[in-house]
């Protein structure tokens, strides 16, 4: 391993970057490794993990820090923070780093960044910790698994007790990097042989779902399979959200918020050639992304264009087949691959984007032709965003549900399907939290 300080300063450079001024913890993340690629894969494969897992149980290191520091976290020096922070959490996860190293690299690196007058304290409080690992125990969930109180209270009402803490367990759990096959592109087994000479292995999340969890990936971008169009990387729960469309060859199909382009593409995929699919989001930056997948894709009947999804475009009324209405969300369903959306999400957040989410609904029902459909769906588990919103839509204007039983395979079985719905719950299903809804345009008599 490289010298342990420097990995342990670029973590902690980016945990203040995430958790002292409030940038994306993903962005952050992704910016820190490809600035230091040269380091070996598992320097980085260190770095990554300390800085998504000091995010991830920040609740519960500030409980454990509280325990035993006479000064409180919140009147830390914010450097000195962010380094006991990382450092209680290498003593309490990462079983392979020796405690006595953690604090001495801790004081080491409060030393090199002008802290030498706090290192004793620094000290201190960890070997405090490190004695007291074993009978510290903590009062209730909202320690225990690192979550907002009043998350779990609105999962336990909504989704029942036992299904919130699986939920708690699996937000803890690594995410598996998954990737949609364009089976239009080549079949399974020439995918998975490309893979393969590269080192990396797949297996199917969900039985003929033709997404697959991928292992012994450093970067996706370097595989063949990739930048040959024939993997799409994509969570089994966004690409559910094709499956559900019941897309048939020749639909014209309008993707609203469809930014990087992984249900566009996918909907490319099923189409075969035929009909035509535009991808659209709201600014350059967003079609930029798009379009680069695109490229990558090689399929001729998708493109993108830039478009605020809350303005009605008259060039499209009654034109889709299909539309797909991914829309902005609180994110909740995707707390495990951000960490940080747990603490910047708030009820008041939630409530402003169901409103938002209805404002864009409200323009986007136009452009569905009469028995055409809408998919409705976001990556939330939220009710308000998503149930409640579902309901108000079939109540104001002239859709209906479709029965969706048996379009999203043998995994999937949940009663609401006839209903035309599904909410996706990480540890209760096989991928993250999301929510999808199919509704059709009624045909007037």
């Not at 203040?16 to 690629?37: D, F, P």
């Not at 996706?424 to 008599?445: N, Q, S």
Request: net charge neutral; proline share 4%; with cysteine.
């Amino acid at each position: 391993m490289t010298n342990g300080t420097l990995l342990r300063e670029i973590a902690a450079d980016a945990l203040m970057e995430i958790m002292e001024r409030g940038q994306l913890s993903h962005i952050v993340l992704t910016q820190a490794l490809s600035k230091y690629q040269y380091l070996e894969k598992m320097d980085r494969s260190f770095i990554k993990r300390m800085v998504n897992g000091t995010v991830e149980y920040r609740l519960q290191l500030d409980y454990i820090l509280n325990a035993y520091s006479r000064t409180d976290v919140n009147k830390m020096k914010p450097f000195i923070r962010t380094v006991l922070r990382m450092s209680v959490y290498q003593i309490y996860y990462m079983d392979r780093v020796p405690p006595s190293a953690v604090c001495n690299e801790a004081v080491k690196l409060a030393k090199k960044r002008g802290f030498a007058g706090l290192g004793g304290f620094v000290n201190g409080v960890l070997r405090s910790v490190i004695r007291g690992k074993e009978t510290l125990s903590f009062p209730d969930d909202s320690v225990r698994y690192s979550m907002p109180r009043w998350l779990i209270d609105m999962w336990n009402r909504e989704c029942g007790t036992e299904n919130c803490r699986r939920m708690l367990r699996s937000f803890l759990e690594e995410r598996p990097l998954m990737a949609r096959f364009c089976e239009s592109r080549a079949s399974e087994k020439e995918i998975v042989s490309s893979l393969e000479q590269q080192g990396v292995s797949a297996r199917e999340a969900a039985p003929g779902s033709g997404v697959y969890v991928l292992s012994g990936v450093d970067y996706p971008e370097k595989l063949q399979a990739f930048s040959e169009g024939l993997i799409q990387i994509q969570d089994l729960s966004s690409s559910l959200a094709g499956d559900a469309a019941g897309i048939k060859s020749g639909d014209a199909i309008l993707d609203i918020c469809g930014a990087p382009g992984g249900k566009g593409l996918h909907a490319a995929d099923l189409l075969h050639g035929t009909g035509m699919v535009e991808i659209r989001d709201i600014n350059e930056h967003k079609t930029d992304m798009i379009r680069a997948n695109i490229d990558r894709s090689g399929f001729v009947n998708v493109r993108t264009t830039e478009w605020d999804a809350r303005v009605y475009d008259e060039r499209w009324e009654e034109k889709a087949d299909v539309v797909f209405a991914d829309l902005p969300c609180s994110g909740l369903g995707i707390i495990g691959r951000k960490p940080d959306i747990k603490y910047n999400t708030t009820p008041e957040g939630i409530e402003a984007l169901s409103s938002l989410q209805r404002e864009i609904l409200s323009v986007a029902w136009r452009y569905v032709r009469p028995g055409g459909t809408l998919v409705y769906s976001t990556c939330t588990v939220s009710r308000h965003e998503n149930r409640d919103n579902r309901d108000w839509f079939l109540g104001e204007f002239p859709f209906e549900p479709v029965d969706i039983s048996g379009r999203l395979g043998e995994a999937f079985q949940e009663e609401t399907l006839r209903e035309g719905y599904l909410q996706l719950l990480p540890g209760v299903h096989p991928c993250d939290g999301f929510f999808i809804a199919v509704m059709r345009r009624v045909i007037k008599e």
